[in-house]
């Protein structure tokens, strides 16, 4: 069984940075690509971060220039490391992960359909 657990959500000021984790279980890591999505309230969940079996990278506009996304095979983690927050950032973070095996190392799933295994989520609130 295949599960994913996020941490590292929190209370943080804006101009503040937090990491996320996602650490996962149950599946081969590095055949996975991974990716953190957000929920804001009554919205749908978008895509924040994505990165490939090859560490190739994918950011939402929104985000780009203030969040790194990496992986660590060795400790089957993904992180999301966001810096200068500010309270349009509070949401709920999802990690994701899904692997084909006709996905290259460069391919970056940019769907929510391409994942197949979700975390519960971790909450990020930003103070103003």
């Known amino acids: 069984q295949v599960q994913l657990v996020e941490s590292g959500g929190g209370l943080v000021q804006a101009g503040g940075s937090l990491r996320l984790s996602c650490v996962i279980s149950?599946?081969?890591?590095?055949?996975?690509?991974i990716a953190w999505y957000r929920q804001f309230p009554g919205k749908e969940r978008e895509l924040v971060a994505a990165?490939?079996?090859?560490?190739?990278?994918t950011y939402a506009d929104s985000v780009k220039g203030r969040f790194t996304m990496s992986r660590e095979n060795t400790r089957n983690t993904a992180y999301l490391q966001m810096n200068s927050l500010t309270p349009e950032d509070t949401a709920v973070y999802y990690c994701?992960?899904?692997?084909?095996?006709?996905?290259?190392?460069?391919?970056?799933?940019?769907?929510?359909?391409?994942?197949?295994?979700w975390g519960q989520g971790t909450r990020v609130t930003v103070s103003s």
């Open positions: 149950g599946s081969t890591f590095s055949r996975n690509a």
């Open positions: 994701a992960a899904g692997g084909k095996d006709w996905w290259s190392n460069f391919y970056i799933p940019r769907t929510r359909s391409e994942y197949a295994y």
């Open positions: 990165i490939s079996r090859g560490s190739s990278t």
